[in-house]
Every structure is written in C-alpha cells, then in structure tokens.
C-alpha cells in the first residue's frame, strides 16, 4: 500500500488537481504539504466544476480524509470561505485535519506582500499578493505564527508584537504605509480559534500511523518543480519547497516512507507571472493554446503564458523529484496541428545544452532546440482506452516518454474525471 508524491514537472498549472483526485478514490488520506492560496487546482466531477486554492483535492472524496500539512501558510480567512463555499454545495468538509505547525497568514503579511512587489517595479517577481512569502521569510526568521498559538492569547499577542516590531517599522519608514496594531491583529487571529480548533491535530502522528496500518496516502504539491525556492527559475520562483523533499519536511513523515513519485505535467508548457520560459510563444500560436486550453489562474485569472512542451525541464524534473511516473495533462489541446514541435535541448550563445544550464542567466538566454512531431486533427475527448487515441498522439505521447526519461502512466483528454487514459496504475 503505496504513499505516493503527486507534485507539477513545469512552472504549475498542469492538472495536479485532477490527478490527485482520480486517487482520492481509492486513498485514504491526501495531504498538501506546501505553498497556500497563492495557485489553485481545478476538479471537475460531473456537471460540478470545483475551483480550490487551500484546500486538498481529496476533500472531494468521499472517505477520504483531506490533511493541510505542517509545510502550508494557512490564510484563516480563505480557509473558511473554501470550506463554507463547498458545504453550500453539498461536500462533506467535516474530516479535514490542520497540522498544529502550520503558520497562519497574518494581515500585515499580505499588506507587505503588496507594496514591496510594486516597490520592485521592473524587477517585481510576479506574486499574488496573498502574503506567501512574507510568511514564509517569518517561519524562516523565526517570527512566525503558527496555528497553535491562536489558543494562547498572552503568547500570541507577544509573537505578534515581536513581528511588527520590524515590520512597522518597514510599512512607515519605507512604504509610508500605517503601522499594523498589534491589538487589531491579535483580536482577528483569535476570532478563528474556536472555529478552527476541532480541526487541529498532530498531523505527523497521524500520518505516520495511516502508513504503519497500510492507509493510502496521497502528498499533494502546491505550485511546481520549476517554482521550487531551491530547484526552480529562482529568483522567479515560490517560497516553499514544490519538489518531492518538501513532502517530507512538509507532512512529519520521514522520505524512507515515500513509495512513488508522481510528476503531472502538460502536453506542452505554461508558467503564470515573470522569468524565464525558453519555449514560449508570443504569436497566435501561443494564443491558440491559450484559449483552447482555457489557461487562465485559478486564483488569479491572469491569463498564462504558452509554449510548445519542453523536454529538459522534463528530465530535470525527473532528475530533482526522482519521479516513477509521469500524467501528461491536456493532450487534446493539441488536435488541429499539423506538426507539434518539442524542444529538446536549447542552444546557450551557440552551445548546445542537453539538460538544465547550471547558470541561471544563461537560463535566460537559452534559446530551444526542436524536434517536429506530426499532429492529428480527430477529436480525442472521447478516447477512453489507449487504443482510441489516432496513432499519431499515440506516437506524440511515446516519444514525450523517451525524450522524458520517465514514463507516462496516464494521458489526460479532457477536462472531466473520466477522461483520462490509463496505461500503468499509479497505485501498483
């Protein structure tokens, strides 16, 4: 009985909702181990279409007992406005557990996060605003709050006066913004204790006896391998760890634990805010993509950046996460073109690169090498069985494989749950 790592092998965005939840039902935990509301997933169950950004996936599986894990910064106030959206229409929320080591995203995080991405102007890194960072720099920094401390007032209010200590000090002094009140902050922070205190628990503990008994566990990444803040475009990356280590850090279990390492990735390639993509496509054809897969943020609505699929970010991710299997998403996409260009390599100042440059600039001035795959103009929403795809995505999907280095288990076709192809079980 597997634990299984289901994690993004781009820049995000590549269906990890879905997949995780085709798991849900047969697992018996699903854990989100890092990031917050800063990117969401999509599920679509039936006529239902779901849109969650804190949430795990697998709180739409019945059964199945949603975690968010120790490496998650919890926005109290989004918590609940997911959690009453999904009770208004039906789902049962009453299983989800909250670590007690999880940090809570306070106001004045956000307020931070806001005017120092304008202050950057130019040289802004595309957040969302949602107090992601600043939260994570206080984890770092040791000023943090954790969910824990909402319970005790005396010692949350001194954790919280230690925070602004500084930080109103930056919010006047640099910003000409008004301080953050320490008395404000505390009442709202306490307001959700009694509302968020059945959810509380020693989630590692939990996690770790599911296992010793034989439970199904699902580890859910937010945000992606190439946003990771050790292994992704830094500095044009997220503030958590998005790989297959931050499962483990991220939940209290140890990584001896982890059966399979699942990489979700697109038929081709988006990334949302700024830095790097060597392959994007700033033409009509890149528009194409854009509105036939529908790629717009699930948080944010911005619309997302397209490209053709780029095979080194393929094996890098493999390489970094040590990934077992690959679900390639939104292969329908990509009907309709008469050849499909994959990059498989980029040229760096007339040097060819086979895997990732080491030079982040040089990153930036990677330029992609192609290999052009013949395309299929039939309708692949219906494809079920791996012998209804034309032969032509067929070979698409092989020679993503091979250039990949990992193979693909299932081949997403559509948006809904049941299209989906399987070739290999994710859980075997």
């Not at 940090?103 to 991405?117: A, F, G, M, Q, W």
């Not at 909402?150 to 006066?161: A, C, T, W």
């Not at 944010?300 to 970094?320: I, Q, S």
């Not at 760096?348 to 299929?376: C, K, N």
Request: proline residues 4%; hydrophobic residues 40%; glycine residues 12%.
């Amino acid at each position: 009985m597997p634990a299984v790592v289901v994690l993004g092998a781009q820049w995000g965005d590549e269906g990890k909702g879905k997949a995780t939840d085709q798991l849900g039902s047969r697992v018996d935990y699903v854990v989100k181990f890092n990031g917050g509301n800063n990117a969401g997933h999509t599920v679509v169950v039936g006529d239902e279409k779901y849109a969650l950004h804190l949430l795990p996936s697998g709180i739409l599986s019945p059964g199945c007992t949603p975690i968010i894990g120790n490496g998650v910064v919890v926005d109290l106030a989004v918590l609940f406005e997911e959690l009453e959206g999904l009770q208004g229409r039906g789902v049962d929320t009453s299983k989800l557990l909250i670590s007690s080591s999880a940090h809570v995203i306070p106001s004045y995080n956000r307020t931070l996060d806001k005017v120092t991405e304008r202050f950057l102007g130019k040289r802004q890194i595309g957040t969302t605003g949602r107090g992601i960072g600043p939260t994570y720099a206080d984890k770092m920094n040791r000023v943090g709050i954790r969910i824990s401390d909402l319970f005790d007032e005396e010692i949350l209010h001194d954790k919280v006066e230690g925070a602004l200590a500084q930080k109103n000090q930056i919010l006047t002094k640099i910003y000409n913004r008004r301080s953050a009140d320490i008395d404000e902050v505390v009442a709202e922070l306490r307001s959700y204790a009694d509302r968020v205190a059945p959810m509380v628990a020693d989630t590692g503990l939990v996690l770790n006896r599911a296992l010793d008994e034989g439970k199904n566990v699902v580890f859910e990444a937010g945000q992606a391998t190439m946003l990771d803040v050790d292994h992704g475009t830094y500095p044009f990356v997220t503030s958590s760890s998005a790989t297959a280590g931050g499962a483990a850090t991220g939940s209290g279990i140890g990584p001896t634990r982890i059966d399979r390492v699942v990489g979700v990735i697109k038929a081709y390639t988006t990334r949302v805010g700024e830095g790097p993509f060597p392959t994007e496509l700033l033409d009509a054809v890149g528009e194409q993509l854009r509105k036939t897969g529908g790629e717009y943020g699930v948080t944010t609505g911005r619309p997302r950046r397209c490209g053709w699929y780029d095979a080194v970010v393929a094996r890098y991710a493999g390489r970094v996460n040590g990934l077992t299997d690959l679900v390639l998403t939104k292969l329908d996409v990509l009907t309709g073109f008469e050849k499909v260009p994959v990059c498989v390599a980029y040229d760096v100042d007339g040097v060819r690169h086979d895997e990732m440059p080491i030079d982040q600039s040089a990153f930036a001035r990677a330029t992609p090498i192609y290999e052009e795959l013949d395309g299929w103009w039939e309708d692949l929403s219906l494809a079920r069985t791996w012998e209804d795809l034309p032969v032509n995505a067929r070979r698409y999907v092989e020679a993503l494989e091979e250039m990949s280095g990992t193979r693909i288990s299932s081949v997403g076709v559509g948006p809904d749950r049941e299209a989906t192809i399987v070739r290999h079980d994710l859980l075997g």
